[in-house]
């Protein structure tokens, strides 16, 4: 239930009439409320036109019916039905969710339809003076009884249609057949943790809908439908990850990694249970894991903050996290009919969720330099390892697949920095804050390169979703956009094919007011994204050709892996 204040109309409304001369001069009117009265009997379908209208007063007159035309005012804040003769409400009514005042007293209304627990913004409902069922007024007359009543409607709420229309897969390119390639599938999903999943920011969903237990199927089943190679998953509680995710996966071929939010380390055991995190996972026929890392940014935020007090006050204390799990290729993924390649090919696989506040742009946008910072460093030691054992051998001999929920727009500074290799130290989401000290430890130039006035980063990476395929990942009622991503190293890949968007129409036709729905189970959508990976190249260009690296978990900012 929104929390916001509202005020309703003021009942003494007053009235004033444009003069000949005012109007003679051009003066324009702008009125949002209108009041019909005089006993009226049927209303004009030209009020249906003034879809500008928020308040509405059609009380006390002679009206037996509302057409379902109603609901093409959707701007109605305050709509008064009061002291007719209404036997019935259009099934309609419920599309009019920017109502927070709904009148209907004095009428003949026997039922309500249930269509009016979809009005999930709704703070007044007057019923009084109706001939209404004894169970209706029993809900209604409790304490909070509005609120008891349009949840009781809508948990009992038919769902239609039936079934969600398929999303259709986008072929790009195909397969290269002259060179032996890998092609594999990487999906990207924030699954919503059920302790996010709450009435208070879903509340035009039924709670049964929400509900874990039922919700899980649905992720679960989006999940083994997609049939990823390479799954990341945020917003991932602990116990759901050992319990439900990797033990479903297993059994499917998947090995996987996770971590929780750094609070995790902060709180109680049971606490511990409810804390969310990012997750890899991987198949095994395709994929080994070499090494597995954590990043917790509030740690790089303090290890960097050269004394700056905004990135000691603004970005350590978010608890953000990211995982990497280093993989090497299976030999032979790289087939097509040909000869696999003898050398040995390494991934780097990542997955973080940034901060979600829309007013924190410049604590997503250095969370995301951070992560790219600490990649660089597992890329370099990684290649290091093998080769002159330098700590700064070339990072980019390891192709990197980068997945996440950013939360943050295509045109945002994040998704800049991303794309374009860097951004500017004044870019407009650092908003004017003083980072410029502890930036540059970010920069892939480090803190006594030649910045030129930019943050940069040297990994050459592109988003496999072009900006306009997807018009939202994240789809609620008063936020739709894109803020999930799939980037990757577009020296060493390309896309050859992804998952495309849901019917946008079909959102509409069916009056989905937003995610998640009985047939949609999270608020966000997946991404799913097939990629081709050029072969290696030959000793001695690629220093890691032939060179086994050893398996372990210890980077500068790094956690173990929770046991159960």
Known sequence: MPKEKYDPPDPRRCYTIMSAEEAANG?????????????????????????????????????????????????????????????????????????????????????????????????????????????????????????????????????????????????????????????????CYNVLCDKYATRQLYGYCPSWALNWEYRKKGIMEEITNC??????????????????????????????????????????????????????????????????????????????????????????????????????VNKDMFSGGMKPPQERQLILVANAHMHWDPEYSDVKLIQTMMFLSELKSIAERASGSVATGSPTSDPSSIPIVLCADLNSLPDSGVVEYLSNGGVAENHKDFKELRYNECLTNFSCNGKNGNSDGSITHSFQLKSAYDSNLMPYTNYTYDFKGVIDYIFFSKTHMSVLGLLGPLDSQWLVDNNITGCPHPHIPSDHFSLLAQLELQPPLPHPLNPLNGLHLPVHSSTAHETKTLRD
Not at 39 to 62: E, G, K, Q
Not at 84 to 112: C, F, H, I, Q, T
Not at 304 to 314: H, Q, Y
């Open 227 to 328: 049939d990823a190679d390479i799954i990341s998953l945020q917003e991932v509680e602990t116990e759901q990850y050992y319990t439900l995710f990797l033990e479903t996966l297993k059994e499917r071929g998947y090995d996987g990694y996770f971590c929780p939010k750094s609070r995790a380390k902060l709180v109680s055991e049971q606490e511990r249970k409810h804390v969310d995190g990012c997750a890899v996972f991987f198949k095994t026929e395709k994929f080994t894991l070499v090494q597995k890392h954590t990043v917790e940014f509030n740690q790089v935020a303090m290890a960097n903050s050269e004394g700056s007090e905004v990135m000691l006050n603004r970005v350590m204390t978010k608890d953000n996290i990211g995982v990497a799990v280093l993989l090497e």
């Open 27 to 187: 003066k324009k009117s702008y009125w949002a409320e209108l009041e019909i009265s005089g006993r009226v009997r049927s209303l004009s379908s030209s009020l249906w036109t003034l879809t500008h209208l928020t308040a509405l007063h059609i009380n006390d007159n002679n009206l037996t019916r509302i057409p379902p035309d109603i609901a093409k005012l959707p701007n109605l804040v305050y709509l008064n039905l009061s002291s007719n003769k209404l036997r019935s409400l259009p099934a309609e009514l419920g599309n009019m969710v920017s109502l927070r005042e709904l009148l209907l007293n004095n009428n003949l209304l026997r039922v309500l339809p249930y269509e009016l627990g979809r009005l999930f913004q709704l703070q007044t409902l007057g019923l009084k003076g109706n001939p209404l069922s004894q169970d209706i007024l029993n809900l209604y007359q409790e304490p909070d009884g509005t609120r008891k009543l349009l949840n009781y409607m809508l948990d009992n709420l038919a769902v239609h249609p039936e079934q969600l229309p398929q999303r259709p897969w986008i072929t790009l390119k195909e397969r290269d057949q002259m060179i032996p390639t890998a092609v594999f599938t990487v999906m």
